[in-house]
């Protein structure tokens, strides 16, 4: 099948132009249950090397990998109240198997702290069992009723989920910002995202968290988005799972949890920033082949460019490049295809090239073109890659930090997040408070600054300010 264009553009018409260049790029494919995508080879070769980065990320620090069921009973669920609260809507229930009415409901997973943490009252007995630290890589069911959009907001989802016991909060509050970092390492050196780190609203924390911290960005829609979350449970779960201890000095005390999680929704980010009016880019450290060679194949020196073309392709094995010998498409077409799926640098090389002993290097990126000798190529690849790397993500970088503005009033702020900028401000964190930002200005709150002695009073109600934090309209 053909791969054609895209005929929407990504600057004025942003959901056309995704869609578009998920499925040309051939990304997914819809499945019958609304919300719910396929991941071909070239997504799901993306989330396995975000999993690799992540997974060696997680080992070197401690975190064992298991797997809990997909299922939990009704009972467990319920368990913890604002949890409950915060995920009901979103549950898909199992009520028969096959004829037969069951005797409790399952939950189908939206989140696992409930079954885990059944099993954390049974293993955790001693000080000397902490910290438990286990992590799954999985899937998981949220039953949203909003527009769904690939990858970005979807019923279901591949995601991992880090979930943390210990015998005091300092070890807790450690983890959870240690995690962020991780969180925030993969989008900016792997995806080449930049992402704002800090702390979530009273209003916006997790269902049963003493409090959320996340990593948001900014897509070129001028809708924000959460990247990842890393979540300080407190006693919350423990106690009413009855997760205790006995502490070095024999006294019983209840354990100090987080979870966190990441998903396939950065694939989405990655791409929505990225991307152009040719298609998707993928950037060098998260492709899986990071160049293609396109010989050029007239009648003269065929033989001779597709021999030199091979030996390229073994020269520079550890870029898993691609090699296109096809003969039935034009060189052209071919460099169309590629471009839309988004392969970071193409290798070209013809019957010209051949006779000054040179390849032609195209930047998917920015559309360089670079004339490299063929002796030279295995040296220079890896700089461009790395220069393709790094001009993505500064380019983001700079997209992101000029889209945000100070505001001093919910007007100001209004202006600024209808012009699909992002309103930094000084604002006191009261959940009353972002409800009226909320219904003035259609902005939520995205996160809050760290560590800082905030001077002043809210930009909305007059109050002391206890936060810098950034508002935007989000997804």
């Known amino acids: 099948m053909e791969t054609k264009g895209v005929n929407a553009k990504k600057a004025e018409n942003f959901s056309d132009w995704y869609v578009q260049v998920i499925q040309k790029a051939d990304l997914v494919d819809y499945s019958d249950v609304s919300g719910c995508l396929i991941f071909k080879p070239g997504s799901y070769s993306i989330w396995e090397n975000i999993q690799s980065y992540l997974d060696n990320k997680f080992k070197k620090d401690g975190v064992k990998n298991t797997y809990f069921p997909l299922l939990i009973p009704e009972h467990l669920f319920k368990k913890e109240a604002d949890h409950v609260k915060g995920f009901t809507p979103e549950v898909a229930w199992v009520t028969h198997a096959g004829d037969s009415k069951l005797n409790e409901r399952l939950a189908i997973r939206p989140t696992s702290e409930t079954i885990m943490y059944n099993s954390y009252a049974k ?40 979930h943390s016991a210990f015998a005091t909060k300092k070890e807790a509050d450690k983890e959870a910002l240690k995690i962020l970092d991780f969180y925030a390492d993969t989008y900016e050196k792997l995806l080449a995202v930049p992402v704002l780190k800090g702390m979530k609203s009273k209003n916006e924390k997790f269902a049963g968290a003493d409090y959320s911290l996340s990593v948001e960005t900014l897509l070129p829609n001028g809708k924000a988005i959460q990247g990842a979350t890393s979540h300080h449970l407190g006693q919350n779960f423990s106690k009413a799972f009855d997760i205790n201890f006995l502490d070095i000095s024999e006294k019983k005390d209840y354990v100090w949890q987080n979870s966190w999680g990441f998903s396939t929704r950065s694939i989405g ?110 040296i220079e690849v890896p700089k461009i890659l790395k220069e393709i790397q790094d001009s993505l993500f500064l380019k983001a970088k700079k997209f992101l930090d000029e889209s945000i503005q100070e505001a001093q009033e919910v007007s100001e702020l209004k202006k600024i997040v209808n012009s699909g900028c992002i309103g930094k401000v000084n604002w006191c964190g009261s959940v009353n408070c972002e409800e009226s930002i909320n219904d003035k200005t259609g902005a939520k709150s995205l996160n809050s600054e760290f560590n800082l002695n905030v001077e002043g009073k809210c930009f909305a109600c007059g109050n002391k300010a206890e936060y810098v934090t950034y508002f935007a309209k989000s997804y």
């Open 123 to 162: 293993w955790i007995r001693s000080w000397k069992d902490l910290p438990l630290r286990y992590n799954q890589w999985c899937n998981v069911i949220r039953w949203e009723f909003k527009h769904p959009v690939p990858f970005l907001r979807t019923r279901e989802f591949l995601w991992q989920e880090g």
């Open 269 to 378: 980010i990655m791409l929505a920033m990225h991307g152009d009016d040719k298609g998707i880019i993928l950037p060098p450290n998260v492709a899986l082949n990071k160049l293609v060679v396109v010989p050029i194949l007239f009648t003269k020196d065929k033989k001779n460019i597709i021999k030199v073309a091979s030996s390229l392709v073994k020269k520079l094995k550890k870029y898993n490049p691609l090699l296109d010998d096809r003969e039935d498409y034009s060189a052209g077409w071919k460099f169309n295809e590629w471009e839309m799926k988004g392969i970071p640098l193409r290798l070209e090389i013809g019957p010209k090239d051949l006779e000054k002993k040179q390849v032609v290097l195209v930047r998917r990126d920015n559309n360089e073109k670079i004339n490299v000798k063929i002796k030279d190529v295995a």
